[in-house]
């Protein structure tokens, strides 16, 4: 999923797809309250939304 959403991006980019999963990792271990997932659809588009929050960040930063 990380390397289809950065294959997307404009070329240049430096994250690599297993950066950006750490990100979202990152993101979810850093919660005071763990996130309870419905499902694996739940966890996926969840990890989705945060990979499309990150390359937005990392596109404005740039």
């Known amino acids: 999923m990380a390397a289809v959403r950065l ?4 070329p240049g980019q430096t994250l690599q797809a297993s950066a950006l999963v750490h990100e979202v990792w990152l993101q979810f271990a850093d919660r005071e309250m763990p996130q309870q997932w419905e499902n694996r659809r739940h966890f996926f ?3 989705s939304e945060a990979m499309r929050r990150i390359l937005v960040d990392n596109a404005v930063a740039t």
């Open 7 to 10: 294959a997307r991006e404009k």
């Open 45 to 47: 588009a969840a990890a």
